[in-house]
């Protein structure tokens, strides 16, 4: 079976898209929000536990080192970019053009998440490692367009700028990525044989839940929000992050990194945040239209990554370091 069709078949991409059409047939379906949140929690903790397990294994490597720079680099850089270029082909306020910038120079936890089980069920194994990566890939972004905002406009409070601080460095996907992942540094395999089964088999049934709690609200974003994103919003919506990606992959090639390592990196470069971001904007920039930033992130983006954009970076990884 082709490796894209393999992914589209798997319970919880199509858990994602059965929340897709219980949504645009008006279901009632829909999760509790605390229910919604407390699965978020829960991925994030095994994806980090995970990752923290896998590199006491690997040990230090100057992979890591290549990863997180690119990672991080990505993360502070492309937002200048993304804000310049939207500014050029679009009409947007200011405030919205900072945060959907900031929301493609951040990543997604999901599509991580995806894009890991999508690699390893084709015999690709990126290095656990990456799980920091992903921690490390969150605020840049989020600092980035902190600065484009305030941009020839005086700064803000010192009393502002420690709540917004706090939001980003501290918000609960980022304590319980970097906090998680650090455990499973320290316990080791040790650790994973007593968290095995909430770590393992569990995890799928909760990705299914959490994917059908995504569809449903893509769904509803795009239903209610369609006539607010324009033409240029949509094409960078998809073209920013495959362009991304595809820097990405060019420079994993070019340091060295493992085929895995490569790919993963370029899934997360070609992702969007729709947890993060909107949290630290909402905060720094609440005049911002998150019927714009969320919605591209979410109802475009997301959907567009799970049914081409893994399987085109793992393919060209493949090809690449074939």
Request: charged share 10%; proline share 5%; glycine share 12%.
């Amino acid at each position: 079976m082709p490796a894209a069709l393999d992914l589209l078949t798997s319970p919880a991409i199509l858990f994602f898209f059965v929340g897709v059409v219980a949504a645009l047939a008006r279901s009632d379906l829909k999760l509790p929000e605390a229910t919604s949140k407390t699965l978020s929690l829960y991925l994030m903790l095994c994806i980090g536990f995970k990752g923290g397990v896998e590199a006491r294994a690997a040990g230090l490597s100057a992979d890591l080192g290549l990863a997180t720079l690119i990672g991080v680099g990505f993360s502070a850089l492309m937002p200048v970019v993304g804000f310049f270029l939207l500014r050029r082909i679009t009409r947007l306020d200011k405030p919205t053009l900072a945060a959907l910038a900031a929301t493609y120079g951040s990543v997604s936890v999901v599509t991580f998440a995806a894009g890991q089980q999508h690699l390893v069920a084709t015999g690709v194994e990126p290095g656990g490692y990456m799980a920091a990566v992903l921690a490390m890939m969150e605020t840049p972004a989020i600092l980035t367009a902190l600065l484009l905002l305030n941009a020839g406009k005086g700064a803000p409070s010192a009393a502002e700028r420690g709540v917004i601080l706090r939001e980003v460095f501290v918000n609960a996907a980022a304590v319980m990525l970097i906090g998680s992942f650090v455990v499973g540094l320290i316990s080791g395999e040790a650790g994973m044989t007593r968290l095995d089964l909430f770590v393992g088999p569990l995890f799928q049934g909760a990705l299914c839940l959490f994917l059908l709690d995504l569809g449903l609200t893509a769904a509803r974003r795009l239903m209610a929000d369609a006539g607010r994103l324009s033409p240029g919003v949509l094409g960078f919506a998809i073209g920013f992050p495959v362009a991304s990606a595809l820097t990405a992959l060019m420079l994993a090639r070019l340091v060295g990194l493992g085929e895995g390592d490569a790919a993963l990196l370029a899934i997360l470069c070609g992702s969007a945040s729709y947890i993060a971001v909107p949290a630290a904007m909402r905060l720094a920039a609440p005049e911002a239209d998150e019927g714009v930033y969320v919605s591209a992130s979410l109802a475009v983006t997301f959907p567009f990554n799970l049914v081409l954009g893994i399987p085109l970076y793992a393919g060209l990884a493949a090809w690449a370091w074939g």
